[in-house]
């Protein structure tokens, strides 16, 4: 069962890309945020290294399909994204370079795994705030199924570990608070059309 959980968390990343984001950006609709899809590029690659270092199996399905997605669309982002330049943005990635500098002197998988999930939250953060002011540049369900794809990770894992658990459970809810940022935005724009 756990080899369905963790299997299925990987093949979600992969549809949801393929069958909505990727169309959405290439339609220029969905306008992926730079920094944060910088910042996950990297991070993603950590994330994956620290799971299968404290001895993931098949919840590694999701950083592997993650980490390849997520690089494919820091890649497109310098075509059909938005941001990267902005105050906000280098902010945040001078702070995540600042805690990837932690992550390197740790030298430990359960502390570099915190401050990957920390760094992570910077990205998260910045494509929630994006989304925000623009609800219409993101794609509501390819965010859902990530979500839904993490916690489906979590139950790969197979047994209550926290340090097993945290980064899926943090990818299922980042997402889903990205899906709420969408919402938001949207509540908003239709309060401000009203007055």
Do not use: H
């Not at 199924?145 to 809810?173: D, E, F, N, Q």
């Amino acid at each position: 069962m756990l080899e369905f959980f963790g299997i299925s968390s990987g093949l979600i990343i992969i549809f949801a890309f393929f069958a909505f984001y990727l169309k959405e950006i290439l339609e220029k609709k969905a306008k992926p945020e730079r920094a944060s899809w910088l910042i996950w590029s990297i991070l993603g690659a950590i994330a994956f290294s620290s799971q299968f270092a404290k001895g993931a199996t098949w919840s590694l399905w999701l950083p592997a399909a993650d980490t390849s997605i997520v690089f494919l669309i820091f890649i497109l982002s310098f075509k059909y994204g938005t941001g990267g330049v902005a105050r906000r943005d280098i902010v945040g990635i001078i702070g995540a370079g600042i805690g990837l500098i932690l992550w390197y002197f740790t030298k430990e998988a359960t502390w570099a795994l915190v401050i990957t999930i920390l760094i992570d939250l910077i990205g998260t953060y910045l494509t929630a705030l994006k989304t925000y002011e623009d609800p219409e540049s993101e794609t509501m369900i390819y965010w859902l199924l990530i979500g839904t794809a993490g916690v489906l990770s979590c139950l790969a894992v197979g047994r209550l570990s926290p340090v097993l658990l945290a980064y899926p459970a943090y990818i299922a809810l980042a997402n889903y608070a990205v899906a709420l940022a969408i919402v938001m935005g949207r509540g908003r724009e239709s309060r401000l059309n009203e007055v």
